[in-house]
């Protein structure tokens, strides 16, 4: 009997490309093919995962020299789209989450746009002394007692973000008593009355400790996404002092500036495949 075949890949000798180059456009031929092949990823006709053929079997079928299709696959490699494997080949990247910068939104929400189940890893829920750089960011006296939780957010079965968040223990009793693997601005709000209204962030790329490592399940040294904010609430009081570090194979940021009689405005964004769609969240804060 013979043994069972799996469907042909995007392009197999055997299966027509459902796209070709357009000979007439002055758009060049490598600015083409990144654009067709974007579209099957966007679309789901190509699926996070997929093996894509080689470079030079597309060549072959489009009439094109090796040159335009490799500078392609670079650049949809380098915007997330694709993952090169030595060896193996080039497959369809996981769509990353996108985070717009501005609006207050859970965390947990934000995630849940993507479809995937959501959940929540508490590493730690606990009461400590305040360093100066807590006392400072919370108004409060240094050695006072701050709220410290510490949790990993997971899509589906994979850890994606790292968060950190310190709050002031005297304003939010209580708190290690709560329910921490769902949203911690539903909690505040819910049970104190705290509304998330204005965050500061600062955004950086920084490299990967053992700790966050083995946290996030990538290797020591791999690039993250920091972003560490203070949140302030309705009455301009702040409430929290958070880092977030994310898998930056996973997270990309969209910023949208707007001008008006306050200046350069920046909103928000959610998560999507598609660069051009995605709900809103304030990426440096905790949910």
């Given at each position: 009997m013979a043994a069972p075949t799996s469907p042909p890949l995007l392009g197999s000798a055997d299966d027509p490309l459902p796209f070709a180059i357009d000979r007439s456009s002055a758009v060049p031929y490598h600015d083409q093919i990144y654009r067709l092949l974007l579209d099957e990823i966007v679309s789901g006709r190509l699926t996070p995962g997929e093996k894509l053929l080689q470079e030079k079997q597309y060549a072959v079928r489009l009439g094109v020299s090796l040159a335009p299709v490799r500078q392609a696959f670079l650049a949809l490699a380098k915007n997330g789209y694709l993952n090169r494997t030595r060896g193996r080949g080039t497959f369809v990247s996981e769509p990353k989450v996108a985070s717009k910068i501005h609006l207050l939104t859970s965390f947990t929400a934000t995630l849940g746009e993507t479809g995937l189940p959501v959940s929540m890893h508490v590493l730690e829920a606990g009461t400590r002394p305040a360093d100066d750089v807590a006392a400072t960011a919370l108004d409060v006296p240094a050695g006072a007692e701050v709220f410290r939780l510490r949790r990993v957010a997971f899509l589906g079965a994979e850890p994606v973000a790292l968060l950190t968040a310190v709050l002031?223990?005297?304003?939010?009793?209580g708190l290690a008593e709560e329910d921490l693997d769902t949203s911690l601005y539903g909690v505040l709000e819910r049970r104190h009355g705290a509304v998330m209204t204005s965050a500061r962030n600062i955004i950086e790329v920084v490299r990967a400790l053992p700790d966050h490592a083995s946290h996030l399940q990538v290797p020591v040294g791999e690039a993250l996404l920091q972003v560490e904010a203070v949140t302030r609430?309705?009455?301009?009081?702040?409430v929290e002092l958070s880092e977030v570090l994310y898998r930056a194979d996973r997270f990309r940021f969209e910023i949208e500036s707007h001008r008006g009689d306050g200046g350069?405005?920046?909103?928000t964004a959610r998560p999507a495949q598609d660069p051009a769609?995605?709900?809103?969240?304030?990426?440096?804060?905790?949910?």
């Open positions: 002031p223990a005297a304003r939010f009793p609430d309705q009455h301009d009081k702040p350069v405005r920046h909103s769609s995605a709900p809103s969240s304030n990426p440096g804060s905790a949910p």
